[in-house]
């Protein structure tokens, strides 16, 4: 079991940037892949970024790749999500996840259905 906190949302203007933080609990922090995703007003939850155990291996959603960046500090028990060129359409209540894939599968697309989720941190970029 993993308890996940964000913090960092608030408000940017377009150009700007933000940086997201996300807070597990427990010891067993780098057995997970962790990810970021967003929902927007009227919209579906949607993926944004995805980071492997010990960070070696990034994804990101077309939307947001080449303008952010997910990182994680295994010692801090934190993975980042820094945003940086914001555009007013990155508006979204943005949360954290956190996944242990089945053995055998494809840590990308096991965290497409993460097993843990955060709260959520609001993010509002002005025009």
């Known amino acids: 079991q993993v308890q996940l906190v964000e913090s960092g949302g608030g408000l940017a203007q377009a150009g700007g940037s933000l940086r997201l933080s996300c807070a597990a609990s427990?010891?067993?922090?780098?057995?997970?892949?962790m990810g970021w995703f967003r929902q927007a007003p009227g919209k579906e939850r949607e993926f944004v970024a995805g980071i492997s155990w010990r960070g070696s291996s990034t994804y990101y959603a077309d939307s947001v790749k080449g303008r952010f960046t997910v990182s994680r500090d295994n010692a801090k028990n934190t993975v980042y999500l820094q945003m940086d060129i914001l555009k007013p359409e990155d508006t979204a209540v943005y949360y954290c996840?956190?996944?242990?894939?089945?053995?055998?599968?494809?840590?990308?697309?096991?965290?497409?259905?993460?097993?843990?989720w955060g709260q959520g941190t609001q993010v509002t970029v002005s025009s």
């Open positions: 996840a956190a996944d242990s894939p089945p053995y055998g599968t494809s840590w990308t697309v096991s965290l497409r259905n993460p097993d843990y």
């Open positions: 427990g010891r067993t922090f780098s057995s997970y892949v």
